[in-house]
C-alpha cells in the first residue's frame, strides 16, 4: 500500500444561484479588476489515504466524494490532483 | 402518543421541542442521545434545529451519518413520522429522506424573524388541523434556508402536493420581499412521497403558547394527534 495525497475542489453547480460567489466578484470589481465575470465559491480538500495506487486512490475518492464531500443535488466535483505523499 | 427527539453535537432547539410536546401538546417526550441506536418506541420522531457538527462541510452532512439516523431511516420507511425542523430539515435532506438541499440564504446574511407562511396542503398528517390557504406566523432562525432543487423535482413536489409550506406576503405589510431567504418556488416546508416525512425551516416548536406571540405552531402538532384519533 502507498500513500496518496488527493486534492479535491467542490464548487456550486453551475447555474444556481451563487450569492457567496456574486458577493465576492463584486468585491474584485471594487478593487479595479473590470474583466472579472464571476466567481464560484467552493471547497478544496486534500485527502491523504493509503491506496494500492493512484488509480485506486482515485476510485475511492471519487465515491468518496459522491456518498459525503459533495451534495450530489446542489455541487459538481473535481478531482485535481493524485499524488504520492 | 410518544415523541423521541434527536440531540446531536450542536442540537440546540432539542429542549424547545420538548416543551412543545410535553408542555403545550400535554404527550410524551424522550430525548434520543445521536450515538444511540434505539427509538425507545417513539410513535413521531422530531430532528431539532440547531448547528449539529457546527454545519462542518455542510449543514446537516455528518448529522445525517449519525448512528441513530439508522433507526430514524428504517423507521421512516416503515411510514413512521418523521419531523426534521430548520436543522433537522437540512439533516433530513442529506440523509435522503426529503429531495432538494438548502443552500446559505440569497441575503449571505442568519435570519430571525416571525414570518407569514401559507399552508399550501392541509391535508397532510402534518397539517390536518389548519386550514387550506391558510395564512400563519411562525418565526425562522437561519443562515442556510434556501431550498434548492432541479426544476424536475420541483414540479414532482408542486404536482404530488409535497409543498405543504410556502413563505407568502403578510396581507398588513407592503412585502416586496416576502421570500427570507431566495428559497425556489418560495418552499419553506415540504413532506416525502409517502407523506410521512416532514421538513420545514420555520420553527413549530417555538410558537405553541400565546405568551411567545402567536401559537400557530401547535396545530402541526395537534394534526399527528387528530390524525391518530380518527
Known amino acids: 500500500m502507498?500513500?496518496?495525497?488527493?486534492?479535491?475542489?467542490?464548487?456550486?453547480?453551475?447555474?444556481?444561484?451563487?450569492?457567496?460567489?456574486?458577493?465576492?466578484?463584486?468585491?474584485?470589481?471594487?478593487?479595479?479588476f473590470a474583466g472579472v465575470e464571476a466567481v464560484h465559491v467552493g471547497r478544496h480538500l486534500v485527502v491523504e489515504l493509503e491506496a494500492a495506487g493512484a488509480d485506486a486512490a482515485r476510485r475511492a475518492t471519487r465515491e468518496m466524494c459522491e456518498r459525503l464531500l459533495a451534495n450530489p443535488v446542489t455541487e459538481d466535483f473535481h478531482i485535481a490532483d493524485v499524488a504520492q505523499a | 402518543m410518544k415523541f423521541g427527539i434527536v440531540t446531536f453535537p450542536g442540537s440546540n432547539c432539542d429542549y424547545d421541542a420538548y416543551r412543545a410536546v410535553v408542555d403545550a401538546l400535554g404527550e410524551d417526550a424522550v430525548y434520543l442521545w445521536h450515538k444511540d441506536h434505539d427509538l425507545q418506541g417513539s410513535d413521531v420522531i422530531i430532528l431539532p434545529g440547531g448547528f449539529s457538527y457546527g454545519d462542518y462541510l455542510r449543514a446537516g452532512a455528518i448529522a445525517a451519518l449519525s448512528p441513530i439516523m439508522n433507526e430514524v431511516v428504517q423507521h421512516a420507511r416503515r411510514g413512521g413520522p418523521v419531523i426534521g425542523i430548520c436543522n433537522g430539515f437540512q439533516i433530513a435532506c442529506e440523509a435522503r429522506l426529503l429531495p432538494g438541499a438548502l443552500l446559505r440564504n440569497a441575503s449571505l446574511k442568519f435570519v430571525c424573524a416571525p414570518i407569514t407562511l401559507r399552508v399550501e396542503n392541509a391535508s397532510t398528517r402534518f397539517t390536518g388541523s389548519y386550514r387550506e390557504q391558510q395564512l400563519i406566523t411562525l418565526p425562522?432562525?437561519?443562515?442556510?434556508?434556501?431550498?434548492?432543487?432541479?426544476?424536475?423535482?420541483?414540479?414532482?413536489?408542486?404536482?404530488?402536493?409535497?409543498?405543504?409550506?410556502?413563505?407568502?406576503?403578510?396581507?398588513?405589510?407592503?412585502?416586496?420581499?416576502?421570500?427570507?431567504?431566495?428559497?425556489?418556488?418560495?418552499?419553506?416546508?415540504?413532506?416525502?412521497?409517502?407523506?410521512?416525512?416532514?421538513?420545514?425551516?420555520?420553527?413549530?416548536?417555538?410558537?405553541?403558547?400565546?405568551?411567545?406571540?402567536?401559537?400557530?405552531?401547535?396545530?402541526?402538532?395537534?394534526?399527528?394527534l387528530q390524525r391518530v384519533a380518527a
Do not use: W
Open chain 2, 140 to 224: 425562522i432562525a437561519h443562515g442556510d434556508g434556501r431550498y434548492s432543487a432541479d426544476e424536475e423535482a420541483l414540479d414532482r413536489l408542486e404536482g404530488e402536493g409535497q409543498v405543504v409550506f410556502r413563505y407568502a406576503p403578510d396581507p398588513l405589510q407592503a412585502a416586496e420581499s416576502y421570500n427570507p431567504n431566495g428559497s425556489m418556488r418560495d418552499i419553506a416546508g415540504i413532506v416525502s412521497r409517502e407523506g410521512n416525512v416532514l421538513g420545514m425551516m420555520p420553527h413549530p416548536e417555538r410558537a405553541v403558547e400565546p405568551a411567545l406571540g402567536r401559537p400557530d405552531g401547535l396545530a402541526l402538532f395537534e394534526s399527528l
Open chain 1, 2 to 32: 502507498t500513500r496518496f495525497r488527493v486534492a479535491i475542489h467542490v464548487v456550486p453547480r453551475r447555474g444556481l444561484l451563487d450569492p457567496q460567489g456574486k458577493a465576492v466578484a463584486d468585491a474584485l470589481r471594487t478593487l479595479g
